[in-house]
Nanobody, 113 residues
Framework: QVQLVESGGGLVQPGGSLTLSCAAS????????MAWYRQAPGKQRELVAI???????NYADSVKGRFIISRDNAKNTVYLQMNSLKPEDTAVYSC???????WGQGTQVTVSS
């Protein structure tokens, strides 16, 4: 079972930036695809971005051009760099390992002036 721990959330003004991190346990992290999801109050959880083991990426239309997902296999960590943040990006962000079915505990991101 892969364990995932997110960090880096917080309060940021509109137009600002944040970078989330998701640290994974286990020695086979490099072969896993990894994803970031988010869930805003009263809304369904949605896929934000996904990165394959080979580094291929896909993004939700709502974040294309603003968010960047990346990974450092040596550190067993996946990142989500979030730029030009908008109030509608406010949500709990969680990382997910599709192959293992593991979720992190989530980290709150609040975009507000």
């Amino acid at each position: 079972q892969v364990q995932l721990v997110e960090s880096g959330g917080g309060l940021v003004q509109p137009g600002g930036s944040l970078t989330l991190s998701c640290a994974a346990s286990g020695s086979i992290f490099s072969i896993y695809a990894m994803a970031w999801y988010r869930q805003a109050p009263g809304k369904q959880r949605e896929l934000v971005a996904i990165i394959s083991s080979g580094g291929n990426t896909n993004y939700a239309d709502s974040v294309k051009g603003r968010f960047i997902i990346s990974r450092d296999n040596a550190k067993n960590t996946v990142y989500l760099q979030m730029n030009s943040l908008k109030p509608e990006d406010t949500a709990v962000y969680s990382c997910f390992s599709p192959q293992s079915g593991s979720w992190g505990q989530g980290t709150q991101v609040t975009v507000s002036s």
